[in-house]
């Protein structure tokens, strides 16, 4: 699986939106980008994911750019329970474990 | 939505003991994991299921077994708790083993082994 690249952490305003950045600059064809999120002392919980297209469900919206080499997480109106590490992660097609790096740690502030 | 439970959230066992941690979930999903999770380690595969009664080694299963007779319970048994197995286990389900089936994880039991 890709490797990927997150900053370590960002901050955002609450009732703002939260863009949280990732590259993957190495991703090939038939794999998938995944976001999760873990709050501290909780496991982690599955956000989005996508292939080539943009993708958005109840909790964010998920930009791919067109070579694939980043994506960008956007949670639209952060709260302070937004507040956790966020794992940007490549996975292939075949699946198997998931592969967590170090991830975003995204502070919401009031 | 998808409902992963882990049997307790926090968990106090000696060196020796033999150890249980139970995961259900009610999605009816074909495969189970159990991982770990320590600092600096990120997440490490221990095992984990594609059926009932099957099982498959992830990367680090020594020290470990785990059970699997009904499709929404898997267990993870330390065979005799050491030290270094203290640490967050998290269990996790998917529909799949594709790279298009998300895993749904639970809260984790954060087990101590004194």
């Known amino acids: 699986d890709a490797k990927t690249t997150q900053p370590p952490s960002m901050d955002c305003a609450e009732g703002r939106a939260a863009n949280l950045p990732c590259n993957h600059s190495t991703i090939s064809g038939n794999e998938y980008v995944y976001w999760y999120r873990q709050i501290h002392s909780q496991g982690p919980q599955y956000i989005i994911h996508g292939l080539k297209n943009n993708e958005t469900n109840e909790m964010a919206s998920l930009i791919i750019t067109e070579d694939r080499k980043s994506s960008t997480l956007i949670l639209p109106h952060a709260t302070l329970r937004d507040t956790a590490v966020y794992y940007c992660i490549v996975r292939s097609n075949q699946g198997g474990k998931l592969i967590f790096g170090q991830g975003t740690e995204l502070s919401v502030k009031p | 939505d998808v409902k992963v439970t882990q049997s307790s959230r926090y968990l106090v066992k000696r060196t020796g003991e033999k150890v249980f941690l139970e995961c259900v979930q009610d999605?009816?999903?074909?495969?189970m994991f159990w991982y770990r999770q320590d600092p600096g380690l990120g997440l490490r595969l221990i095992y984990f299921?594609?059926?009932?009664?099957?099982?498959e080694k992830g990367d680090i299963p020594e020290g470990y077994s785990v059970s699997r007779e009904k499709k929404e319970r898997f267990s993870l048994i330390l065979e005799s708790a050491s030290t270094n197995q203290t640490s967050m286990y998290l269990c996790?389900?998917?529909?799949?083993?594709?790279?298009?089936?998300?895993?749904?994880f639970g809260d984790g039991t954060r087990l101590s082994i004194l």
């Open positions: 299921s594609y059926d009932v009664k099957m099982k």
């Open positions: 996790a389900s998917s529909s799949g083993l594709s790279g298009a089936q998300p895993q749904h």
């Open positions: 999605m009816d999903h074909e495969n």
